[in-house]
């Protein structure tokens, strides 16, 4: 099941396609180009035969003879069937931009990267893949502010792979202030996929510090918030409108075949929130030959 940790690690793989070349290069021998184009490709990488076959992200750099493809995933757990699918990723990605791919796995959890580290067999004589994985044991715990600067995609994922270590203060401290150095719309993403990245104290201590400074793109993050929060307040008073919509047209389906509807019965009905057990009244309503009938 994708989830919000899910998602935001691999939204802040893909966010700056550059941050994030700089970031496989320190922690990987990646033939790279460093500099040139980078882009997000599409991360469909199924054949013209109809069949689903979608990594997480798909990053491409360089142009030519330098051209490479990175695909990203991001694994919480263990997936058997990613044994079979990640070698098709890179065949298929090899084959629709002629070049050569390969994978990279983020893995917050220790136990997942050492299964996701092994060599899958593919059963031909001499190809194998052995996914290269970002990790806690390849990750470094960034405090310095000078070195989150010089390289903000690593001290992003870092401060998400280390969210569990003792030294983590330091570490949000140090990702915080060199995300006051960049452009303030991409530091209020990265501050909010790390947000969303995070898992229990880690992600509560985040949330505290990010109310408690003053960094200049916080005033994007707290706007940001503002917003989603708005959205969901909207959202949520639009399916509370429908639920008591439909509590009326109950009572009104009552009332209109002659069946008499008490206090109690009104005020049940008009006080349920849940949509489920309001559709099943309504059908009991078009058969109930008294109202207390629909709760039986």
Request: charged share 25%.
């Amino acid at each position: 099941m994708v989830t919000s940790q899910h998602e935001g690690l691999t939204q802040i793989a893909t966010l700056d396609v550059d941050h994030t070349r700089h970031m496989l290069l320190a922690l990987f021998d990646l033939p790279i180009a460093k500099s040139g184009e980078g882009r997000l490709v599409s991360p469909d990488l199924s054949e013209a035969i109809p069949s689903v076959c979608r990594a997480d992200a798909a990053l491409l750099y360089g142009e030519g003879e330098e051209k490479l493809g990175v695909i990203v995933e991001t694994q919480r757990g263990r997936d058997e069937e990613k044994l079979y699918s990640w070698l098709e990723y890179i065949a298929n990605f090899r084959s629709r931009e002629k070049c050569p791919a390969c994978l990279v796995v983020i893995c917050p959890k220790r136990s997942v990267a050492r299964w996701a580290s092994g060599t899958i067999q593919t059963g031909h004589p001499g190809l194998t893949l052995t996914p290269m994985v970002i990790h806690q044991g390849n990750t470094p715990i960034i405090t310095d502010v000078a070195q989150a600067r010089e390289n903000i995609a690593l001290a992003v994922v870092a401060a998400v792979i280390h969210g569990e270590d003792p030294r983590f203060r330091a570490i949000q401290a140090a990702v915080m202030e060199a995300l006051g150095d960049i452009d303030p719309k991409t530091a209020t993403r990265y501050a909010r996929y790390i947000a969303v990245s995070l898992e229990g104290d880690a992600q509560k201590e985040w949330d505290q510090r990010m109310q408690m400074t003053t960094y200049p793109y916080l005033g994007e993050y707290a706007n940001s918030l503002l917003i989603e929060g708005e959205a969901k307040g909207e959202a949520k008073g639009k399916a509370k409108g429908k639920v008591e919509g439909e509590a009326e047209t109950l009572l009104l389906v009552l009332e209109g075949r002659g069946i008499a509807v008490s206090d109690e019965v009104r005020e049940r009905v008009l006080s349920c929130e849940d949509k489920d057990t309001l559709d099943a009244w309504v059908l009991r309503a078009i058969t109930v030959e008294k109202a207390e009938a629909l709760f039986d």
